[in-house]
């Protein structure tokens, strides 16, 4: 997954890898395998996750 702030910096995430992505960013997934990630806020989950 590619994370892309706001701010202009950019965080490319792997298998295994541990992140803290703030507000203000566009996500995508690269390449055609599943990307699954675990929300620990519950309040970000409920306001921001879709499928």
């Known amino acids: 997954m590619r994370v892309t702030h ?3 910096t950019v965080l490319e ?3 295994g890898d541990a992140y ?3 507000p203000g960013h566009d996500a995508e ?3 055609d395998e599943r990307f699954v990630g675990f ?3 519950p309040k970000a989950a ?3 996750a879709s499928q």
Do not use: A, C, N, T
């Open 20 to 22: 803290v992505i703030e």
């Open 13 to 15: 995430l792997g298998p």
């Open 39 to 41: 929300e620990f806020q």
């Open 6 to 8: 706001d701010d202009g």
């Open 46 to 48: 409920e306001e921001y």
């Open 29 to 31: 997934v690269l390449g």
